[in-house]
């Protein structure tokens, strides 16, 4: 028979044991993300320059920059939160507030969930027999945003559902017992209160929308692109144009997977300072999402 | 007058059997009312001036019968306090009032409950429930004024209906405010966050914001249940204030309450009306042994 401390101190060595496994597994995957980022600040960083990021795309890896693309992902990034905030916030709105609870919103809500998984390749599919081929909308910066308003569309509403969860049931009834009727209960109040929530929802959908290559490039995204779609503001009335929707465009991470392709090593370094452009953009927008989550939390506390 | 309830009878029957036997045997198959009392309404004393009159209302969640034959009324601009223990239908009967039950699905109404002088029925299908919340007020049992300004939280009322005039609607909060004795001490900051108050204030904008849209009811639903005893003192204050200004119509749990500032008290046990009479009398002189047993504190 072995004693009692015997016994505790071969606990306690499983205990250890599985503590250093632990710090094992998570440092993997720790350890690859620096990695990653340190390989690639270091082939890159030292190209983003000015130059890099005020040129357009080159023959001669030395010369060639960004501009076209930061452009192009800029425009399509407007274009695509101005089609999928509103559509998304209205369905997840009457999905949460207006659906009856039966079989058909089930339905409904499963499907949605599903569209999330979705690969993001089928949408571009999708989009050129849509909007392409069907509309006539060419591939263009409009074809573009739609596409990818399609693809973040389902995180935009269950991020919206899930805003509007938090809120309640006692304000829904103050504003009711007022006299208020469902559209202005969600005017007045569910939506300012949710914003957060919502605002938190359509970055994280956009810096999803922002690395993405794969549906871009089922629609026909053009990778070597020397000019800027035409200027929104013009000198003549009425002083605002919308023909640059209507442009060829190209995308950082198309730009990247361009140069990532190419022989010459010199472009590697290229598609590596992209890289880092790219993921400094990501990473600014969760940034943001987070901190707009932050000041919310802060404002109202139920 | 007032005729025993068959379950009281068995209780006099036998005196001295513990009330945890009477509640068992009080099932739902056996109300007070199915056993043949007669409807309350010919028991009580005459109210010469009736605001709102129930008939044989009942409500329903799905299958399950909450309130069943009610044919009560309720003075105008005076305090109505309805008792009973949890689970009795008390707070299902208010919010029948201003068809809260709407929201949510399951719900059927039966019956009549009607609002004089123009006699509509409340519960009515082709009644609208906004219409209805536009003339009745409520206060909930936990203070819940909108993430706003103090200001705007009395102000939203009015804006619903359709009030655009800014010295008009100034004027308003503030009275309103003042009715619900909360303007001297947030006259200096009405665009200060409503969550800033203390629960006892918040309660009483609650308040303020149901008075600001010249309610012809007034609903409470235990709204000092939240509240430290000073905070609930002052919301008493403030509801014998409005007495002879507005029917008032109050949930409470807490007896003490009901009897200081009650004109009427109304009894509910398992959905039915077991005694409606002069808060007095209630609590000096019930008419029915449940009753008696209830503010006794022999159950509940």
């Given amino acids: 028979m072995r004693s009692i401390q015997e016994i505790v101190a071969r606990r306690r060595r499983q205990d250890r044991w599985f503590a ?83 079989r058909v919103a089930t339905i409904l809500e499963v499907n949605i969930a599903n569209l999330a998984g979705v690969p993001s390749v089928i949408y571009g599919l999708m989009a050129l027999s849509v909007f392409v081929y069907a509309f006539g909308f060419g591939h263009s910066i409009l074809t573009a945003a739609l596409t990818l308003a399609v693809l973040i569309l389902p995180i935009v509403i269950v991020a919206t559902r899930e805003a509007l969860r938090t809120i309640p049931r006692t304000i829904r009834e103050a504003s009711y017992a007022l006299g208020a009727t469902k ?47 035409d200027p929104p503001v013009t000198g003549e009335f009425p002083f605002v144009s919308f023909s640059w929707l209507g442009s060829d465009f190209t995308v950082l991470p198309i730009q990247m997977f361009n140069w990532v392709s190419r022989p010459d090593p010199a472009f590697h370094h290229n598609a590596a300072a992209t890289g880092v452009l790219l993921i400094a953009i990501t990473l600014g927008m969760n940034a943001i999402a987070i901190f707009v989550r932050y000041r919310m939390r802060k404002a109202i506390q139920w | 007058m007032v005729t025993h309830c068959t379950l009281a009878d068995a209780q006099d029957s036998a005196p001295s059997r513990p009330i945890t036997n009477l509640l068992r045997r009080a099932t739902p198959t056996m109300t007070p009312h199915e056993v043949g009392a007669d409807p309350v309404t010919d028991q009580i004393p005459a109210i010469a001036d009736i605001k709102v009159q129930l008939r044989n209302f009942g409500f329903a969640y799905g299958s399950n019968q909450v309130l069943k034959d009610l044919n009560v009324a309720f003075e105008n601009k005076k305090v109505t306090a309805l008792i009973g223990p949890s689970g009795c239908g008390k707070t299902t009967l208010l919010r029948s009032f201003n068809r809260m039950h709407d929201l949510y699905p399951g719900n059927r109404y039966t019956g009549e409950i009607l609002l004089l002088p123009d006699r509509i029925n409340l519960v009515a299908p082709d009644v609208s429930p906004t219409e209805m919340r536009m003339r009745l007020s409520m206060v909930f049992q936990k203070p819940n004024p909108f993430p706003k300004s103090i200001f705007e939280n009395v102000a939203f009322g009015l804006r619903m209906r359709g009030v655009r005039d800014k010295a008009r609607i100034r004027e308003k909060v503030e009275q309103s405010l003042r009715d619900a004795a909360l303007w001297d001490e947030t006259k200096d900051r009405l665009h200060k966050p409503a969550y800033d108050l203390s629960g006892g204030q918040q309660q009483r904008l609650c308040i303020a914001r149901a008075l600001a849209v010249d309610p012809e009811i007034v609903l409470f639903d235990e709204p000092t249940s939240a509240l430290d005893p000073t905070a609930t003192l002052r919301i008493e204050e403030l509801i014998d204030s409005l007495r002879n200004r507005v029917t008032i119509i109050i949930v409470t749990h807490n007896m003490q ?19 409606f009479d002069r808060t007095e009398k209630v609590f000096t002189n019930p008419g029915n042994k449940l009753t008696e047993q209830y503010i006794t504190g022999r159950f509940g």
């Fill in chain 1, 20 to 102: 250093v496994l632990g710090v094992f597994c998570t440092s993997i995957g720790i350890i690859t993300l620096i990695a990653l980022l340190a390989n690639l600040l270091i082939d890159g960083l030292g190209h983003l320059d000015w130059q890099f990021l005020t040129s357009f795309a080159s023959r001669r890896a030395s010369s060639a920059g960004v501009l076209a693309a930061v452009v192009g992902s800029l425009l399509v990034m407007l274009v695509t939160a101005c089609v999928a905030a509103p559509l998304g916030i209205a369905a997840g709105v009457w999905l949460e507030e207006y659906a009856p609870k039966n």
């Fill in chain 1, 183 to 229: 559209w202005e209960t969600v005017w007045h109040h569910l939506l300012p209160y949710s914003l957060g929530g919502i605002a938190t929802g359509v970055i994280i959908g956009l810096s999803r929308a922002i690395g993405e290559t794969a549906p871009l490039v089922t629609i026909g995204a053009l990778a070597f692109i020397a000019f800027l779609p």
């Fill in chain 2, 257 to 275: 309450q009901a009897q200081r500032i009650a004109d009427w008290t109304g009894f509910l046990y398992l959905g039915s009306m077991v005694e």
